[in-house]
């Protein structure tokens, strides 16, 4: 597509990379064919193309509209579109551009705004956001319905013993749990660990206080084959939360962060970073191309991102004993988020892994289009989230499945919600059919 970008937007970083990605696009309009939002409203502006059509006004100068900043707004951020385009035009990227580019011209209201702060200043932090899990949980009985099915229940483990959110996430720092569930080596110094085959863990923010079961089974597999997970003090948010809510550099410094407290035991040989939440995996993943021009933390960002992988590339390449897996519920129904088949590129990776430990897969239809979770959508878009959560489990539920699965806890919360299946973390289900 040609463009006439301005000078004043090619003579920044954001403006050249836009403009080049702009350029890729031959508007060809594959990507609408498998857009959910699209797919729902029908509106060429609420598609891909559209999009980049009004991204490409706004470059070239023309006046930058809350029209322009809702279209962007209702974009899930999903990249089904990428997996589409055949020209290979870094949608994704553009978007983030995009937005940050916008809502430094076009104010929100003041209670969209006061809402997207507290989301990046809550979110982010565990220790701010388990009190206020628990206090929700505490007053769910009394919420009305639509409030309750947003609110996930207090979580058991193997054993049916509650998690207290408070204490292992605030008072020890999501550092200390069992070590039968997870590694007690949580020392801040790397040279007290041994030789035992070591992987780091992202325990993740939400994922920590909401579903911390995931990282324990995940933990309880990788013991099984020999590999120890630690899990770093002072590693927090991957940086997805503020990234696609336009705060570009604090996203970045939560990368240097985790960069900075995971780099010692690097250079100690740990062979891999692991993900438990497609999304903080797709986040990490990019780690090296964010940072590409920060002179210091480049090569370690790159560094850090090949050696990001998702618990299931890392099953794959192991020697599971199928012997020991007996599954405990046969029929189940695979959601595949979209960080893991659309961002990370791993679709059909789960599914093959479970087809050969003896489960068997329903049929889901439409399986590329988005659940509606994506990160903070579910909150700040919630009218099209609810159609897209419809619809999702219309499909994922035709085949009365006995249990959900997925890879990503926004999508694993998203889906309890209001699904009549129960609604687990693959990892779970495989941990719990290991004899």
């Known amino acids: 597509m040609q463009t006439q970008t301005t000078e004043y937007f090619l003579n920044t970083a954001q403006g050249q990379e836009a403009d080049a990605i702009i350029r890729s696009c031959v508007h060809c309009g594959f990507c609408t064919a498998t857009c959910p939002t699209y797919q729902l409203l029908g509106d060429e502006l609420d598609g891909p193309r559209g999009r980049i059509y009004l991204l490409k006004q706004m470059l070239e100068g023309q006046a930058i509209t809350h029209k322009t900043q809702t279209h962007l707004d209702r974009c899930l951020s999903c990249l089904s579109c990428e ?11 553009l978007v983030d ?36 899990l628990k206090i929700g949980q505490w ?35 999501m550092n200390k749990f069992e070590p039968t569930l997870l590694s007690s080596k949580h020392s801040k110094n790397p040279e007290s660990q041994t030789q035992q085959r070591q992987m780091l863990v992202l325990q993740g923010c939400v994922q920590s206080v909401a579903t911390p079961n995931t990282n324990h089974a995940a933990a309880s597999i990788l013991q099984k084959l020999g590999i120890e997970l630690i899990s770093v003090n002072k590693a927090g948010c991957c940086g997805a939360v503020s990234q696609h809510l336009s705060a570009s550099q604090e996203a970045l410094n939560f990368m240097r962060t985790n960069i900075d407290v995971w780099w010692p035991y690097i250079e100690q040989g740990v062979e891999t970073i692991v993900t438990t ?159």
Request: hydrophobic share 35%.
């Open 97 to 132: 551009i995009g937005r940050e580019l916008v809502d430094s011209t076009v104010k929100r209201s003041v209670l969209v705004r006061v809402k997207r702060f507290a989301l990046r200043k809550l979110l982010p932090y565990p220790q701010r956001f388990a009190p206020l």
């Open 83 to 93: 997996t589409t385009c055949p020209s290979g035009v870094q949608y994704g990227r």
């Open 277 to 435: 939440a497609s999304g903080c995996g797709a986040m990490i993943k990019e780690y090296g191309y964010l940072l590409k021009h920060d002179a210091h933390y480049a090569h370690k960002a790159a560094r850090v991102s090949n050696l990001a992988k998702d618990i299931s590339e890392i099953l794959t390449t192991e020697s599971l004993d199928l012997e020991r897996i007996k599954p405990t519920a046969k029929h189940i129904a695979f959601h595949s988020p979209c960080t893991l088949q659309h961002a990370q590129k791993l679709d059909g990776l789960v599914e093959s892994l479970l087809n050969r430990c003896g489960f068997e897969l329903k049929q889901v239809n439409d399986a590329h289009l988005c659940c509606g979770s994506a990160g903070t959508y579910s909150i700040l878009q919630d009218d099209l989230s609810q159609q897209l959560l419809h619809n999702k489990l219309t499909e994922l539920q035709k085949q009365l499945p006995e249990l959900i699965v997925t890879a990503n806890v926004g999508c694993q919360l998203h889906l309890q919600s209001q699904a009549t299946a129960p609604v687990k973390h693959w990892i779970e289900l495989l941990d719990e059919s290991f004899i």
């Open 139 to 173: 007053i769910k009985p009394f919420l009305p319905a639509t409030l309750k099915q947003q609110i996930p229940e207090s979580v058991r483990d193997s054993n049916n013993r509650r998690f207290e959110f408070f204490h292992t996430t605030v008072l020890n720092g």
